[in-house]
């Protein structure tokens, strides 16, 4: 009896330990992503990117950040970046958790082809009346921003 009881025991320890640990790797992504019976909500920004000149700058990245409603300052990176094009336009779309503010990452990554610009970084605020044509449910609606960017040049240590 003592043998069974502990061969059940052991078998119990590793049945839970198993479940514990197929439950907590579903729980440690920190992206969160817009699901079927998620709140979610349409994004929409553009822009143009320019120098202090007012010359469009292609080949610039912009990258998308968002943080949750109320959770205060911590951003998350929501989508892969996209480049300007030749006129230096850009274009996000995407779908996420509803967001009070979205933060635009604005990189140089072609190193000096077409100059060499700062890193920036530009916060759009994000009010609850801006979200059009929600459900009243889980889909909040589309917020649609148009921005312009410019950027400064990179110092660099041959000056």
Not at 65 to 80: H, Q
Request: proline letters at 3%.
């Amino acid at each position: 009896m003592k043998h069974l009881s502990s061969l059940f025991t052991r078998g119990s320890i590793r049945l839970f330990s198993a479940l514990l640990a197929l439950l907590g790797f579903s729980g440690c992504d920190r992206f969160m992503a817009a699901m079927y019976g998620s709140p979610n909500a349409d994004y929409a920004i553009k822009g143009k990117v320019t120098d202090t000149g007012n010359r469009a700058i292609p080949n610039i990245e912009v990258k998308c950040l968002t943080r949750l409603s109320g959770d205060g300052k911590i951003w998350y990176d929501t989508i892969s970046g996209v480049k300007t094009d030749r006129e230096g336009q850009f274009d996000l779309s995407f779908n996420y958790l509803p967001t009070d503010g979205i933060r635009l990452l604005i990189s140089d990554i072609d190193g000096e082809k077409n100059g060499s610009f700062a890193t920036d970084s530009i916060d759009i605020p994000i009010k609850a009346e801006e979200y059009k044509k929600g459900d009243k449910s889980w889909y909040h609606g589309k917020v649609e921003k148009t921005v312009s960017v410019r950027l400064k040049e990179q110092k660099t240590g041959k000056e």
